[in-house]
Structure formats: C-alpha cells, structure tokens
C-alpha cells in the first residue's frame, strides 16, 4: 500500500484564481502594455503642450521612418521636442527602470534575501566610485562606463570576501551587513575624489552625481541601452537558475548547478547594468530592492515571469517618477532622491504586510 | 558496473589546526543498499556528508562517488514562497541546458513525480504552506525526476511526527528497493538504522568507528559506547511477523512502581 501523508487539507481541485493569475502570461502582457502607454503618454508631458495621437504619431514615425507625407499632422517644432528631448528623456527612464528591476531581482535571487538592491550589497556605491574615477582621469564615456562596472565589481567582491572571512559564508544577512560597510566605504573614496578634484573636474563630477535626466541625448540612449538590454537579455535566459541559486548553495550544487560561476556569471551582469544606470542617473536607491517586491506580488516567485515583470515593473516606477517630476513638481529633482522619498515609505509597507515571511530567513 | 556507490578511505577532517573531527574513517556503501550514519551531536554526521557530496574538502583521505546525487537537508526552508511544481522542476537542473528554460516535458516528468508519492494534488501549493512530512516526500520527489542515483540524507526524520517518520521511512525503503537508489542517511534514531539500513557506521569518536552491517554494527555495548546510555534490542511479533527494534532505557523505568504520571482532583 502506498503511505499517505497525515495532513488532509488539501481537495484535488484546480489551482485557485490567485495562483492562476499569477502563472498566466496576462500580468507580463499587461505591464508591457502599460509601459508601451506609459512611453507614449511622458511624450505629452513638459512645457510644450502635446497631445497622446499626435506624440504617438510622431513617435510611430520615428521609429519606422518612411517617406514624410506631404502635409504631416506634425509641427518642425513638435517633432523636434520629441526626437531631441523628450524621446531620448523617456528612453533613458525607462532603461534605467528596467536595468534596477532586473538586478534587484537577479541579486536577491542569489542572496537569497529580499532585502537585497544594488545600493544595498555596494554594487552602486562601486559603480558610482569607478565612474568619478575615471572622470578625474579624464576617460572617454566608454572609459567611464568601464571603470564604473570594476567599480562595482569590486564593491561586490569586497562585500562577499568580507562575508567570507567572518565565516559567514553565503548568511544573507552578514553579505548586507557587509554590503552596508562596503558601501559607505566607497561613498566616502567618492567624497574624497570630489573633495580633492580641481575646479576643470568638479563641475562634471558633481553634474555627473546629481544623476538628473536633463541633458539626455542619443549618445546617453546608447551609454544605458546597450548594456542594459544586453546584461538584462542574458539575464533573462539565466531566469529560471536563479531560482536553483535562490535554494543555497550546497543544494544548488547537488541539482547540478556550478554555483560559483553562474553567481559570478551574475553579478558580472548586475555590475555592467547598474555602472551603465550610474553612468547617466547617479546612484539611484530603493527601487532594486522594492519594485522586485512589488513584481513578486503580482506573479509569484519564479524568476521565469518574475524577472520580465520586474523589468517591466521598474521601467513604468522610473518613467512614473520622471512624469511627476516634470509635471508635478516642474523642477528637477534627480530621479535618486525621488526614488528614496517615495521607496522608504513602501519598503515600511512591505515590512509590515510580510510579517517577516522570507525577510532574513537562511 | 562497479558494486560500490560511495567509498572513501582514511579520511580525516578538522576546521581547526589540532582539532579533529575525525580521523582515518573508512566504508564503502554498496550501489542500491540504504547506509545509516550514526553519531551524537557534534560527532561530524553533517561534515561527513558535505564531503561526500563535494561541498566541503577533505584534510586528507580520499573520497570516491560513482553516480549523481541528490541531497535532502535536515532542515528544507526556501526564501521565496515557490510552488511545489516549481520546486520538484528544480530536480531537471542537469537535464535543462544552461540558457534553456524547462520544457512541457520537464514539467510533466515531476508531476509524474509528484503522482508516484501520492502528492500531486500539492502541485500549486507552495512549499512553505507544507508540513515538514509533506515537504520531505516532495523533495523525494524532485531526487526522483532529477534522475539522482544516490540519495544523501541529513536526518530525514528529525523534525517530524511519529507517523510522518514511518511515512518517510517506509519511502527511503522503497526508493532504495523498487528504484535502486544508494541511500545514505544520518540519524538520532538507532531503531531507524535498525529498521531500514542495510549497513551502518557508528562515529565513536574523533578516530574510532564502527561499520558493518545494521545487525552486527547496532549492538548493545556499541550503541552504549556511542550514545552513554543502555539501548535494549526488543523482539516481538506483530501480524504473523518477527519484528526487532532497539528501545532506550529511561532513567525512571528503575524507579519504584508509582505512577509517573496522575491526574489530581
């Protein structure tokens, strides 16, 4: 006879309209929808007044461009607000937002730990470091993109070798703490280079810093987007390991899986999206650590729809506080600060409805 | 076919200069047969296992394992609230390339699993919401459909209740006799060794053991030397059956005759 199990809770019946929501393709379809509106709807927003049929024309015709109709629907003046500033605008917002969903996710994956961001175990910190770096170096964008993600590298290496050596191990809990130090370490090396750089760097590096979304052009389009959907798209094919990393390392290991590398494999990612993401926002907090909260309420845990999710999650959290800023507030607030004011009171949230569900546990 | 699953010879472990956990261990356990590792606390059960399953080097001695093993912890917590499909899919992680995802037949070969134990009506549960019984028999299952030879126990039974435990056993003896998994287990329970264990290693000491079969290894007088307290063999008949189990001899069973428990007015 084969044993049953004690607990008889549970009828053979069809998963419950909460788990089916989650499982099937309608959230992801839905965000990237909403993202694909929300583009479109930030290119009305600013002085000059637009409506959402004419930006979406306009925006049609520039990304398929074909011959000019003879009498367009659109003004010189209208198109060019829209390929010079707000387009450019939008698209850095929303890679910046989709590259801190995708790593915030990846990174608490291999942690194991929700309380896990870029900012958090010092990949920023890093990234922002190795960017001031090379601006007192005077390197190129590519430069400063390079030196941005050793930066970051770096920092993560420091946080998991000084895990290491307290004889934690992968304790997700001793990693923050270590990201915590390794940190504020390389914000004060910034502090440093900003305190003794000379007055033909300093505006730059400040500027650089500050991490607004004024000034962005196709060449910032590029700096963010190229390692952004190049690190998230192999990322993604990475999805469903992580959730054998998420398990721990010794049984990761037993499934088959080489921890090691594939962790590396990672953060090398993480390290390229985040240096890219320093490189034209600053460091920007919260929103790694958050919106993988918020995408693992709408479709679960599983880093196959929870990965895309976040990404699309993040990407409409970034364009959404640009809007505000621009329409709300009109005045420019880094995007970072923004992040902070808004992230700290949703992390609070998310502590209390969690009721410690996963918050630290080994 | 080599009749060996898991041999390692002389080895020795110590995570301090001087300090050993044991020393000069030496077993073989045969493909198929269920290997029980016995031991009190801080004996090196655990450190024993990591090294077999290549998660902790050895100081010194050698270790051989011939076939894919799975592991099973003492204790099977996961940060995220994953379902239980999602977790027993997990076990595909060797057949899955690295930048694919798991296909329709991935997902068909762990219900299968899931249905072999009886469980399959657990799929869109998540694993947290399970009774540690429940969450055993599902990690059994993800051993199973990830095609594991060589099934690695960390006190399977420890945290759970009496009839979780016969449920638990009852399936290592199965896997072991029907499947033809090599199994190895440690455990607080020498009448779990005695029950389901073809062979048996008694960790006496930082060099001493002992390693034979179940019947020969789990003696009074070795159990006495591994434990410090006297453990009886008892015999008895149930269902037409001879049956033998191993039970502790309580400090009060050699007290006077009065009632050890009573309920006052």
């Keep these: ?107 608490q994956g291999i942690i194991r730990n929700p309380l896990v961001g870029p900012d958090v175990v010092g990949v920023s910190s890093g990234a922002a470091f190795g960017g001031v770096l090379a601006m007192l170096w005077d390197f190129p964008p590519v430069g400063i993109i390079g030196l941005a993600c050793c930066g970051g590298m770096a920092a993560i290496a420091c946080t998991f070798g000084l895990a290491k050596i307290s004889r934690a191990g992968s304790n997700s809990m001793i990693l923050i703490l270590a990201g915590v130090f390794v940190g504020a370490l390389f914000m004060s090396l910034v502090t440093l280079i900003v305190s003794v750089s000379d007055d033909s760097h300093l505006p730059g590096i400040a500027y650089w810093l500050l991490g607004t979304f004024v000034g962005s052009d196709a060449r910032k389009v590029a700096i963010v987007g190229i390692p952004t959907l190049c690190g998230s798209a192999i990322l993604m094919t990475f999805r469903w390991r992580l959730n054998l990393l998420s398990l721990g390392d010794l049984d990761a290991r037993t499934l088959g899986v080489n921890v090691a590398a594939l ?38 845990p599983d880093h196959r729809r929870l990965l895309p999710a976040a990404a699309l999650l993040g990407a409409l959290f970034v364009l959404g506080l640009d809007d505000f800023t621009r329409a709300i507030l009109r005045a420019e607030v880094p995007v970072g600060v923004l992040s902070a004011l808004i992230g700290t009171p949703l992390v609070c949230f998310l502590l209390w409805k969690s009721q410690g569900k996963g918050w630290g546990r080994e | 076919m080599n009749n060996t699953a898991i041999q390692f010879d002389d080895l020795r472990h110590s995570y301090k200069p001087g300090h050993w956990v044991f020393q000069n261990y030496s077993a073989a356990v045969r493909r198929g047969s269920t290997f029980a590792i016995l031991g009190p606390n801080g004996a090196g059960k655990t450190t024993l296992l990591k090294i077999l399953l290549g998660a902790l080097k050895p100081t010194a001695g050698t270790v051989s ?45 762990a219900m299968a699993s899931l249905e072999r134990f009886g469980i399959r009506h657990f799929a ?92 020969e290894v789990l003696t009074e007088e070795n159990l006495l030397a591994l434990y410090g307290v006297e453990i009886k063999h008892l015999a008895f008949e149930h269902g037409g059956h001879q049956h033998k189990t191993l039970v502790p001899v309580l400090p009060y069973a050699s007290r006077s005759n009065e009632p050890r428990s009573s309920l006052r007015p």
């Design chain 1, 263 to 300: 962790r590396w494999a990672v953060i090398a990612l993480v390290s390229v999206i985040i240096a890219s993401q320093v490189a034209v926002s600053g460091v920007v907090g919260w929103i790694g650590l958050v919106i993988p909260h918020c995408a693992r309420m709408l479709v679960g």
């Design chain 1, 1 to 107: 006879m084969t044993p049953t199990i004690v607990k008889e809770t549970v009828s053979e019946t069809a998963p419950d309209a909460a788990s089916s929501w989650k499982h099937s393709l309608s959230v992801p379809l839905l965000l990237g929808i909403s993202v694909l509106l929300a583009m479109l709807g930030s290119l009305c927003i600013g002085v000059y007044p637009m409506s959402f049929l004419h930006a979406a024309r306009i925006a049609a015709h520039l990304a398929w461009p074909g011959p000019l109709p003879a009498n367009p629907p659109w003004t010189v003046k209208e198109i060019t607000v829209i390929q010079i500033i707000r387009l450019p605008r939008v698209l850095i917002a929303t890679l910046v937002g989709l590259g801190l969903g995708v790593s915030g996710t990846a990174l």
């Design chain 2, 124 to 215: 869109e549960r998540q694993f947290h919401e399970l009774s540690g019984g429940e969450r055993q028999l599902v990690i059994f299952a993800r051993a199973l459909v990830s095609e594991a030879e060589i099934l690695i126990l960390d006190e399977p039974t420890s945290a759970l209740d009496l009839k979780n435990q016969i449920v638990v056993l009852d399936w290592m003896t199965r896997l072991s006799h029907q499947d033809g998994l090599t199994i190895v287990f440690t455990t607080h329970h020498p009448h779990h060794a005695l029950a389901v264990a073809d062979d048996t290693l008694l960790m006496l000491g930082d060099s001493k053991f002992a390693c034979g079969s179940a019947t």
């Design chain 2, 65 to 109: 394992v011939e076939g894919r093993m799975a592991f099973v912890p003492q204790l099977f917590q996961v940060t995220f609230d994953y379902s239980v499909l999602d977790m027993v899919l997990m076990g595909r992680a060797r057949q899955v390339g690295l930048f694919s995802q798991p296909s329709a037949q991935d997902e068909e070969a």
